[in-house]
C-alpha cells in the first residue's frame, strides 16, 4: 500500500468524515473513499486550493498547508501533501476544528515518512 493511499485509509476512518478525494496539482483525481462524484470534487478542491495558495502568497503566509471551506450546507478542508492535494467533506454534525486537528496529524506524519 502506498503512503497516499493509506493517508486516504486513515483520514477516511476519522468519525466526522464523509468522503476524501485526492488530487494531483492539475486536478486530476487520484484516490479517494466515499465521494460519489470523485473527478468533480478533485478538479474543485485543486481549485480552491490553488486559490488560497495565490492568497497566501500575496499576503506573504509562504506555503498553503490547509483550507477551510465552510458553506451553508457543507463543509470542506483541503490540505496540500507534498505534490498532492487532498480535500475532506465532513459530516453535518462534524466539528470542523477536531477534524482539522487530528488531520493535520496525519498529514504530518505521512509527509515527515517520505521525507525521512
Given at each position: 500500500?502506498?503512503?497516499?493511499?493509506?493517508?486516504?485509509?486513515?483520514l477516511s476512518e476519522l468519525s466526522d468524515v464523509q468522503y476524501v478525494v485526492s488530487a494531483d496539482k492539475t486536478g486530476a483525481y487520484l484516490q479517494g473513499n466515499g465521494c460519489?462524484?470523485?473527478?468533480e470534487t478533485a478538479a474543485i478542491l485543486t481549485f480552491i486550493g490553488q486559490a488560497g495558495q495565490n492568497i497566501?502568497?500575496?499576503?506573504?503566509?509562504?506555503?498553503?498547508?490547509?483550507v477551510?471551506?465552510?458553506g451553508n450546507k457543507d463543509r470542506l478542508l483541503i490540505?496540500?501533501?507534498?505534490?498532492?492535494m487532498i480535500g475532506l467533506a465532513l459530516t453535518e454534525k462534524g466539528l470542523l476544528t477536531k477534524v482539522e486537528t487530528?488531520?493535520?496529524?496525519?498529514?504530518?506524519?505521512?509527509?515527515?515518512?517520505?521525507?525521512?
Open positions: 500500500m502506498d503512503w497516499l493511499e493509506e493517508l486516504i485509509r486513515q460519489t462524484n470523485p473527478e497566501g502568497n500575496s499576503l506573504g503566509l509562504d506555503e498553503l498547508q490547509s477551510a471551506v465552510v490540505y496540500q501533501a507534498g505534490e498532492y487530528q488531520a493535520n496529524r496525519l498529514i504530518e506524519d505521512a509527509i515527515s515518512t517520505l521525507e525521512a
